[in-house]
C-alpha cells in the first residue's frame, strides 16, 4: 500500500519532472531566437560586404568604415546575448 510519504514523494518527483522538461522548452527555444538572429545578423553583413565591393571603386572612404560596422555587430550581440541570459534568468527563477 502508499503511504503518505510515498505519495508525497511521487508528487514532487512529477513536479521536478515537469519543470526540467519547462526548462527544456525553454532552452530550445531560446536556442531558436539565438540561431534566428545569428542568420539574420549573418545575412546582413553578407548585404553590408557586397555592398562595400560596389561601392568600393566610387569611394575612398571605405577604408574607415570597416570598423564602425564591426563595432555595430558586436554591440549587437553583447545586448543579444545579455537578453537572452536575462530572460533565462527570470524564468528560471519563477
Do not use: W, Y
Not at 29 to 34: G, H, P, Y
Amino acid at each position: 500500500p502508499m503511504t503518505d510519504l510515498d505519495s508525497k514523494i511521487q508528487e514532487k518527483a512529477m513536479k521536478v519532472d515537469m519543470d526540467i522538461c519547462r526548462r527544456i522548452d525553454i532552452t530550445a527555444k531560446l536556442c531558436d531566437v539565438a540561431q534566428q538572429r545569428n542568420s539574420e545578423d549573418v545575412s546582413k553583413i553578407f548585404q553590408v560586404a557586397s555592398k562595400k565591393k560596389e561601392r568600393r571603386f566610387t569611394s575612398e572612404e571605405d577604408v574607415a568604415e570597416p570598423d564602425t560596422d564591426n563595432a555595430r555587430f558586436s554591440e549587437g550581440d553583447v545586448s543579444c546575448s545579455l537578453n537572452i541570459t536575462d530572460e533565462m534568468k527570470r524564468m528560471f527563477n519563477h
